[in-house]
Each structure stands twice: as C-alpha cells, then as structure tokens.
C-alpha cells in the first residue's frame, strides 16, 4: 500500500509541477491569477512533501502544517474571485477576510499545541475539517449565485477544489471519529489530486480575470447556511467525541461511538424536518433580507395599475388593485367619518352588514392604538396575539371578511381595507403585513392625492370665477368713470357742439366696452376668435383713445410714426393703453406732462407712455406693481389693470418694461412683434 500511496503522491507532484510551470509561463498580472498560482503550489507541495513522507518515513505533523496552509491558500483563492481586488493592500482590508485570518490562525494555533504539547492528533483533525468547512460553504455560495456565463467558467474551479476539499473533509472527519488517519483513504488522496489536475487547467483557460459578480440571494444564503450548520455540527460532534476520550476510562470509547451515532442521527432528523429547514429559511429572511416580496416589481406593478385605472370611481379601483396585491378578487374600503362612524365606500365582491360594520368600529380603536393589521383567522386561533382586542370574529369570518388593513392620513386612522383571506390558508407573517402595509400606503397616498386635486380644481374654478368678476367690475368701473366725466361736464358745457359729439363717442366707447364684457361673460369663443387678429391702425387708436382721455387733466401729448398698422386684438390693446393713461394722468397733477410714443425699431412697435409724476419704488415695481388686486389708488382702484396689461402683452409675444423713480415719474414701455400689412 506504502508503494501505490507513493505512486500517487508521485503522479500528482509531476502534474502540478507541470502546470506551476505553464502558469509562470502565462505571466498573468492580476491579484487572482498570483493567488491561484500559489494555490496549485502549495498542491503540489502537499503531495511532494506526502511523496516524501511514505519513501522516508518522517512525521506527518508538516504535512499537517502544509495542508493548513494549503486551505488557507484555497479560502483566499475564493475570496479573491468574490472581491476581485486589485492589490494586496485592498484585499486585507476585506471584512470578510480580515474575519478568516484570525479563525485560521486559531485553528492552527490549536493543532500545535495538540500536536507538540497533548501529542495527540484529535484536535489537529478537528481544526483541518473546520479550515476545510470554510472554503466547501465560499465554493457553494459563489458557484450557486454566479450568473450563467460566470458559472460556465467557474464549474471547473469548482470541481477541482470542491473535490480536493470534500474528500478531505471527508478525511478528517472519520480521523476526528476513531482518533487516527484511515491510510486507505490517505493513500488514495494523491490519485485524486492527480485527476482532478484537468479541471484547474481548464478553469485558468476560460476564466481570464478570475473574478465574478456575485448577488447573494436569500436561497444561497440558506443552502450555505444548512451546509455551515452540517459541518460546524460535525466539528462540534468531533470536539465532542474527543473529550470523552479524553477522559478515558472503560466505557469512553463506546460512549464515544455512541455519542456521535446519536448525534449524526439528530443531525439527518433535524434536517429532514421541515419544520427546522422553515426556521431556518425565516431568519434567514429576517436578518439577511428585507422581504421575501421584490418591492420593485410589486411597486411598479401597484403604479402601473393606478395608470390604468385612473377613470370610473376611486374606490373601487384602490379595492381592486389592493385584492391584486393579496392575490384575491373581493376587496370592500371602510372609511371613518366626521363623526367618528365608519361608512362603506365600496364592497368589491363582498357584502358588509349593519353587524359587521359594528365589528370593524371594535377593531378601530386597535388600529389607533397599535397601527396594527388584523388577520381575524388568527384571532379566531390565538387571541392573545391581539391584547385587548375584543369583538365576535365569527360574524366576520362567515362572510369572508378575514384581513384588515388599516390606512393612515397623518397618524390617523383613515379607513379600512377588508379582504378575504388567500387561497394557501397559512396566515399572515411579517412579511405580508410588511407588503400589504406598503401598498396601503401607497393607494392611501394616491387617494389623498386624488382628493386634493378634486379640491384645487374646485379651488381654481371658483377662482377662475373671481377673476373674471374682477375683471369685469374692472371694465365697468373704467366705464363708470367715463359716464362720471360727462355728468361732471354736463351742466357747463351741454349746450357745446362739440361736447355734445365727445359725448356721443364716449357713450358708444362704453357701448363696445360692454359688449366686450358680455361676450366674455357669455364665452363666445368664436366672437373672440374672429376679433383676434384684426388690422389695428396705431396712430388712429391713439387719436381716439387720447381724444377721450383728454376731457380729465392733465393733457396727454402724442407722438407716432404715421401708417403705422400692426394685428392684434383691437379692443384688449385699447383696454390696455387706455389704462395706462389714465394711470400716467392720475399720477400727475393737473400741470403734469403726459407723454405717449409709438415708433418701429428692428422690426419691433414700441410703444412709450411716460409721465412726470409721483412715481413709484423699485420694491413696489418688482413685487407688487403686476400683483392683482394690490393698488395705491386706495379705494378707488381694482388692482388688476397693470396685471391685465402684462398679460395681454405676454400672450402677443410681447415684452412690458417700466422704469420709475420715485417723486420724479414713469416710463411704461410696451414692446410688441410687428406684422406691418
């Protein structure tokens, strides 16, 4: 046997000296590469060194302290492909290998001291089966959770260390049982190593980099984790065994075989019961993920379902896609009124009573207190899972109504989803509750969304309406104050020709102004429409609107390019410039100077209105002058007609400027795109 261990161990060496040799030949520079060099080194030193042992006869305790390093070689190889570091330095700082260091050295510390002060082999197995379980559980988790090209590349890593390793552990894991190495299974570990040599050949061939993204997900987690339990057991049981034989005495050895027997049978019962595999799996779930739902999808799937039922009424939409979510068909929303009692809203599928209503106003109150979900199934079972809650679930069981989600509006309980149960009859964990109150909130967040836009549409209608009250009180205060004048200059001048006919013009002024308003009032868009684009002789308008303005002091002066014609809409551009007169006049004294321009530059109209009077703060034309509804007329101003002629000329394209200083005067100059007939 000594022969054919040293024929193996033999075969072995040459074939990872061979291909020590063509790796340094390859000169691969990356971090990974080094370390998989060192790896299938340190092979090749494990079975030169166990070659020499069986020609020379020397002790095993340095092949011992070569296969620890060898372990380490293959735990760091792991990590390296994980981390894909690209020095030394980075590598180190790894928490998860700067975890491994110390548990390795601790393990070899602990197989010195069996070795050279105990002289007793038993805890030099148990530390190499622990230095073994470390790279089998790194070697599961990064094969099973690789994507498919990475794990195509790293099938035949895994085989050349997972047998290389499983067959050690194997190894020393019957040495740990009956305290000595079986040298049948020794013997034969050189064949091994020399067969699996291949499988490294190829995996340096299709994996360049040496280097995976990995993505832990929950299933890796629990296969590595039942595997890391099944190994540390074992380790445990190994320990164990050797204490008891340790302290020796007539029954050791068989209360030693006895022991791990029945440890190894409590170990296969464990793991075959599901009831331990689903414990397992839930912390797993709890402590290593979030939820076992994919949020994204689920959130992406609730937002695409409000899309698409954005018409029809709200409640039932938010019934349907909550029934969705649960992976049922019926859903009824509860919502608390005003005066504290609950009112149905909708009863998707289901059929709520006087009786059940009175049930869920018991619940509330918890709601309130524990922002909790209630699965009634649950407190039918296992009331004491709800402290003080009390109600009948019977009533509510009978007609389907088994889960309860309450939705909040600013801590407070807004209303309820009641749903039945799901099909798989299991209740809720806290995972669903988790999931089901995600999605509460966010068709709760939806639907007060909803209903504040219902409430600002409502908002902005009545406030389209004040608008247009003020604009029209507006027009008819200009037209008042028209009428006002004549009444005003009627005793002194109504024998006068001439005032007779301005009298005449501004009767019919206020006519067209009149008609304007009622058009406006009445939205008859196509009389609007026709009046748009009209053709607009500047200087005439000028002359007609100064004409009037004229009869109040002081006296407006023109000037204006003659044949100066442009289209727009007449009457909004005589409202406009009409208003800024009179303004410039009211800021004026009787003796004050009034100015208005009208000119062409590049292709623009300017038209100027300028004044010499109060003027007005730089902080008031900034802030407030293009406000509505802020004046310094006092009482007798609407406020809106500086905003009204901003927009105006907004919506033509146009550009209104205004220059004042306060105590010397203002200049409104108002810019508009010319269409020249």
Request: aromatic fraction near 12%; hydrophobic fraction near 50%; proline fraction near 2%.
């Amino acid at each position: 046997m000594d022969l054919l261990g040293l024929i193996g161990y033999s075969i072995a060496s040459i074939a990872y000296l061979l291909f020590s040799l063509l790796l340094l030949a390859t000169k691969q520079k990356s971090f990974t590469s080094n370390l998989m060099l060192v790896a299938v080194l340190m092979v090749l030193i494990a079975n030169l060194l166990s070659a020499l042992q069986l020609y020379h006869g020397f002790s095993l305790s340095i092949i011992f302290a070569i296969e620890a390093i060898k372990l380490a070689a293959f735990t760091l190889l792991l990590f390296s492909i994980r981390i894909n570091p690209k020095r030394l330095a980075e590598f180190l700082v790894n928490k998860a290998v700067a975890q491994f260091l110390p548990l390795w050295l601790a393990g070899v510390i602990v197989a010195s001291i069996s070795i050279f002060y105990l002289l007793n082999y038993s805890l030099v197995f148990i530390a190499l089966l622990a230095m073994n379980l470390y790279p089998l559980v790194l070697l599961e988790q990064l094969y099973r959770n690789s994507e498919e090209k990475i794990r195509w590349s790293l099938w035949p890593l895994s085989v050349a260390l997972g047998g290389l390793v499983v067959f050690d552990f194997a190894l020393y894991a019957q040495g740990s049982l009956i305290n000595h190495i079986d040298f049948n299974l020794w013997f034969s570990r050189g064949y091994i190593a020399a067969l699996l040599m291949p499988f490294f050949l190829l995996s340096s061939k299709r994996i360049k980099n040496l280097s995976a993204d990995i993505f832990v997900s929950r299933e890796v987690v629990f296969y590595s984790s039942m595997l890391a339990i099944a190994g540390g057991y074992l380790v445990l049981l190994a320990f164990a065994g050797y204490v008891i034989r340790y302290i020796e005495g007539e029954w050791s050895n068989v209360l030693s075989v006895l022991f791990l027997a029945v440890g190894l049978l409590v170990l296969v019962v464990l793991f075959i019961t599901n009831s331990f595999r689903r414990q397992v799996k839930v912390f797993i779930n709890k402590h290593f993920f979030a939820n076992k739902y994919e949020y994204r999808d689920e959130w992406l799937k609730v937002t695409s379902a409000l899309e698409d039922h954005q018409d029809g009424d709200i409640f039932d939409n938010l019934c349907q896609i909550m029934a969705s979510s649960l992976e049922v068909s019926d859903c009824a929303f509860v919502k608390i009124n005003s005066t504290d009692k609950l009112e149905l809203f909708n009863q998707r599928g289901l059929s709520l009573s006087d009786q059940h209503l009175e049930a869920l106003a018991q619940i509330c109150q918890y709601c309130v207190e524990q922002h909790w979900m209630i699965d009634v199934r649950e407190y039918q079972h296992a009331n004491q899972r709800y402290p003080h809650l009390h109600f009948n679930p019977k009533s509510l069981l009978n007609a389907k109504l088994e889960v309860i989600v309450p939705v909040y509006k600013q801590q407070k309980l807004f209303g309820l989803f009641v749903l039945p149960a799901p099909n798989d009859k299991s209740f809720l964990n806290w995972e669903d509750r988790d999931f089901l109150f995600a999605v509460s909130k966010q068709l709760a967040n939806y639907l007060f969304l909803q209903q504040a836009q219902m409430q600002l549409a409502e908002s902005q209608q009545f406030a389209m309406f004040n608008r247009m009250s003020a604009f029209v009180l507006h027009d008819l205060k200009n037209i008042q104050a028209q009428l006002a004048l004549i009444n005003t200059n009627a005793e002194r001048h109504r024998h006068n020709p001439e005032f007779v006919a301005d009298v005449f013009d501004t009767v019919n002024t206020a006519h067209d102004r009149l008609d304007k308003v009622i058009l406006q009032l009445r939205n008859k868009s196509e009389e609007n429409k026709q009046q748009r684009n009209v053709k607009v002789g500047i200087n005439k308008l000028l002359n007609e609107i100064i004409e009037i303005r004229n009869q109040q002091l002081p006296k407006v002066a023109m000037s204006c390019d003659p044949e100066l014609n442009i289209f727009t809409n007449k009457n909004q551009l005589r409202s406009v410039l009409t208003h800024l007169l009179q303004n410039a006049q009211d800021a004026c004294t009787d003796l004050g100077i009034v100015n208005i321009i009208g000119k062409i530059q590049q292709d623009r109209l300017f038209i100027i209105i300028e004044d010499n009077g109060c003027g007005m703060s730089d902080s008031f034309v900034k802030n407030e002058l293009f406000k509505p509804f802020v004046t310094t007329k006092g009482n007798a101003g609407m406020g809106i007609g500086a905003f009204e002629a901003k927009q105006f000329i907004q919506e033509q394209d146009g550009y209104l400027d205004v220059f004042s200083v306060l105590g010397e005067g203002s200049r409104f100059t108002i810019e508009l795109p010319m269409n020249i007939i």
